[in-house]
């Protein structure tokens, strides 16, 4: 006996629609008033891979910190398009650790970083982290400063050849997800 196709669930239905109109904010609305965080959350490690796709999306942008697990264990589904959405979820839930504040706060560490205010980025983690040691986001943004320091000083020091250069990036980014799938 041959195997019925899998019907779609609307979950699949909001993801397709989606899809085709790029319209989050729509997305966001339908899939909050019918599926709560925690089925989204199994939802992601269960069904079909348009499913988990919907599910993994929908958990990033309705999810909080405590949905992180089920967004780590996504990082490890053999669909790549899951686990990239699991990867940005997981950037957005970071975000959201902590009261507002310290959640603002961890926001302008990633702003300082990217304007290249590495000094002024570690002197605002420090003082975040003095009130809570906790938020996995300001830890973060304070080893990307440090880095960006290092990197800094190390670049005037001994400048690498440009065959060199050209692949770090990759590299560091490979050697950072092997580290996120050890744990």
Do not use: C
């Amino acid at each position: 006996m041959s195997q019925q196709p899998q019907q779609p669930t609307l979950l699949d239905r909001f993801y397709q629609d989606f899809l085709r109109s790029e319209r989050s904010a729509d997305f966001v609305d339908r899939v909050s008033r019918y599926y709560s965080l925690e089925t989204l959350s199994e939802l992601v490690a269960k069904g079909s891979r348009t499913t988990r796709r919907a599910a993994a999306l929908a958990v990033g942008f309705l999810g909080d910190y405590s949905a992180i697990e089920s967004l780590g264990r996504a990082l490890h589904d053999n669909d790549r398009a899951v686990r990239m959405l699991a990867d940005h979820g997981l950037r957005q839930l970071w975000y959201r650790q902590g009261l507002q504040h310290e959640q603002l706060m961890a926001r302008r560490l990633a702003r300082l970083n990217t304007r290249g205010l590495h000094e002024q980025a570690l002197e605002l983690a420090r003082l975040t982290l003095t009130e809570n040691d906790s938020l996995a986001e300001v830890w973060n943004q304070r080893a990307l400063a440090h880095y960006a320091l290092w990197k800094r000083s190390s670049r005037i020091s001994r400048p690498l050849p440009r065959q060199r250069r050209l692949y770090r990036f990759g590299a560091r980014d490979a050697i950072a997800k092997m580290a996120i799938s050890k744990r």
